[in-house]
């Protein structure tokens, strides 16, 4: 059934269709379905337009506190001293709530607990670029996220929420992302929803845009309630979707439309 028409039948669409098992399908990053020049754009580290906000994130990365220390004392100028494997586990079980954390909240915490500097919010212009700084210390790693042992509970309920209905159109993640993939939807073509390039520059917004600021945009495309920046639920749907693309390269910051 094509995608419009399950649309518009909204409800009734779940029962119309076979559930394709989400992990079947071979994995694949939006990238493949870009136009030529696009790919070009995210190739070229000179006309890639997320770089302007890496630049800033690298200057936030060295610039010192008062006390003259910045995330560059410990971690190096360039950052090159974390660990590129690690930062692709990333959301990662946190050793003290033992809970799932995505890179931009342990972003945020390092600038709160190790600077003192607790103006960063969720999905600013300033935690992106930092993020996004970070996460380009592993671009071309493959996205390797944790899913069984301590993780297997999270990963169920970012799952279950993945899959969850809501809204107007009655719609949930899973719909459009992996049963339809490949398919048309007015101007854009269905991809597989994979995270591997966030945060990515979105040429439909001319911004940096951050995986839980995509969620919200897809969240109002179907007319349904997002949930806050940073929330529980956010973090399992980033711990899912992520995992999703286990085995995708890292692209950060990959251009979309
Ligand atoms: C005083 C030294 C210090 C400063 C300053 C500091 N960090 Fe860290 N950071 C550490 C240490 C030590 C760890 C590893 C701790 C651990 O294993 O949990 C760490 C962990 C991290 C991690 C997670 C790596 C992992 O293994 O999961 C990231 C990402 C990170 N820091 C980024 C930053 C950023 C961005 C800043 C600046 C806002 C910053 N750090 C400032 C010492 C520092
Ligand atoms: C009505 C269909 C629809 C639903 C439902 C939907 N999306 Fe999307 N989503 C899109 C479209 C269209 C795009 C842009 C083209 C693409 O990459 O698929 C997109 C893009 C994305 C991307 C960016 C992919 C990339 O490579 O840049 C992510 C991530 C994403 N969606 C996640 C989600 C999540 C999580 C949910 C559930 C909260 C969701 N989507 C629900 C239609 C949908």
Redesign the pocket.
């Given at each position: 059934m094509k995608l419009k028409t399950a649309?518009a039948l909204g409800a009734g669409f779940g029962a119309l269709c076979t559930y394709a098992d989400a992990f079947s399908a071979e994995v694949y990053?939006?990238y493949t379905l870009l136009r030529q020049e696009t790919k070009d754009m995210q190739d070229d580290d000179f006309m890639n337009p997320g770089m302007g906000a890496l630049a800033r994130g690298a200057a936030m990365f060295t610039t010192p506190n008062a006390k003259g220390v910045s995330c560059a004392s410990c971690h190096g100028a360039d950052g090159k001293k974390l660990s590129a494997k690690r930062i692709a586990q990333y959301p990662v079980l946190d050793a003290k709530s033992k809970r799932p954390i995505t890179l931009q909240q342990r972003v945020i915490n390092e600038s709160s607990e190790r600077l003192g500097i607790s103006t960063l919010k969720y999905e600013s212009d300033d935690a992106l670029s930092l993020e996004a700084f970070v996460r380009n210390i592993a671009r071309g790693q493959e996205v390797n996220v944790q899913t069984d042992g301590a993780m297997t509970p999270f990963y169920e309920a970012g799952k279950k929420l993945?899959e969850t209905r809501s809204g107007q159109l009655n719609?949930?993640?899973s719909?459009?992302?992996d049963n339809h993939p490949g398919e048309k939807?007015r101007a854009?073509?269905?991809?597989q929803?994979?995270?591997n390039?966030f945060p990515?520059y979105r040429l439909a917004t001319g911004k940096l845009t951050g995986?839980q600021t995509?969620?919200n945009q897809?969240?109002d495309?179907?007319r349904a309630k997002p949930y806050p920046f940073g929330s529980e639920e956010y973090t399992l749907?980033e711990l899912y979707?992520n995992a999703h693309g286990n085995g995708l390269k890292i692209e950060t910051p990959?251009v979309?439309f």
């Open positions: 649309l990053s939006g993945y719609m949930a993640c719909l459009c992302h939807l854009q073509v269905l991809s929803g994979q995270t390039g990515l995986t995509r969620f897809c969240f495309a179907f749907l979707a990959a979309r």
